[in-house]
């Protein structure tokens, strides 16, 4: 499964206010050097993490192989594969996904490519973030457009938010992420009764589409 704009920031939404527990001691870089451990060329608990946290949700969200790809990391980890952020930057480049104008979901780099967010929207001559390892947490901020501290945008190529459906209703990534969480927390029973009232909802067989997205946020795959 792949990933939309709203997907995304909805994750990185929900990570707001969490802190490191240590000196950049974090359950992002838990993730990467235990069950993504594949990913980085060295572990990463104790290193600067806001790159780490930009990879981490679009892991949690697509999982980490097809995420690995999205990114442009190279195809050997051992390639040079690392969390700092100019790598970041020199892969996504290397991907085309550089702009010029930022818009929600891009990747914004900062501080002279040494700190990196997302963009949660743009308004008013200022473009709004999220960004991890901000003062050791996951905070807000904002910046002028114009801002000397803005380094470069990047824009991956997010899914478009509508999924067909063989139902009579839309189905939207965001409607599989909200079944998913539901799923986790038992509200639809068992499998495979489970099965029968998701799919009962009226957006088509979509149950597949759902037990993926849970696969992906209980397991990482």
């Known amino acids: 499964?792949?990933?939309?704009?709203?997907?995304?920031?909805?994750?990185?939404?929900?990570?707001?206010?969490?802190?490191?527990?240590?000196?950049?001691?974090?359950?992002?870089?838990?993730?990467?050097?235990?069950?993504?451990?594949?990913?980085f060329n060295t572990k990463k608990q104790g290193a600067?993490?806001?790159?780490?946290?930009?990879c981490w949700l679009f892991c949690q969200e697509m999982g980490p192989s097809k995420a690995y790809?999205?990114?442009?990391m190279p195809k050997n980890k051992?390639?040079?594969?690392?969390?700092?952020?100019?790598y970041l930057y020199e892969y996504m480049n290397k991907k085309g996904y550089k702009v010029t104008s930022p818009k929600a979901g891009d990747i914004i780099f900062l501080n002279g490519n040494k700190h990196v967010g997302i963009v949660e929207k743009v308004k008013d001559n200022k473009v709004y973030t999220i960004e991890g390892n901000k003062s050791n947490a996951v905070k807000r901020?904002?910046?002028?457009?114009?801002?000397?501290?803005?380094?470069?945008?990047?824009?991956?190529?997010?899914?478009?938010?509508?999924?067909?459906?063989?139902?009579?209703?839309?189905?939207?990534?965001?409607?599989?992420?909200?079944?998913?969480?539901q799923c986790i927390q038992g509200k639809f029973g068992n499998y495979p009764d489970r099965k029968h009232r998701i799919n009962s909802l009226g957006y088509g067989n979509?149950?597949?589409?759902?037990?993926?997205?849970?696969?992906?946020?209980?397991?990482g795959r």
Request: glycine share 8%.
């Open 48 to 54: 600067a993490w806001c790159s780490i946290f930009v």
């Open 141 to 181: 901020s904002s910046y002028g457009l114009s801002s000397k501290s803005i380094y470069g945008y990047m824009r991956p190529k997010y899914e478009a938010e509508t999924t067909t459906s063989s139902g009579n209703k839309p189905v939207t990534m965001s409607l599989i992420d909200d079944l998913a969480h």
């Open 206 to 219: 979509i149950y597949t589409q759902v037990q993926k997205r849970v696969n992906l946020m209980l397991y």
């Open 1 to 39: 499964m792949g990933c939309t704009v709203k997907s995304i920031l909805n994750l990185a939404v929900s990570q707001i206010g969490y802190k490191e527990s240590g000196n950049n001691v974090t359950k992002y870089s838990k993730d990467f050097d235990g069950k993504w451990w594949q990913w």
């Open 78 to 86: 051992n390639d040079n594969c690392a969390a700092a952020v100019p």
């Open 69 to 72: 790809t999205f990114l442009g």
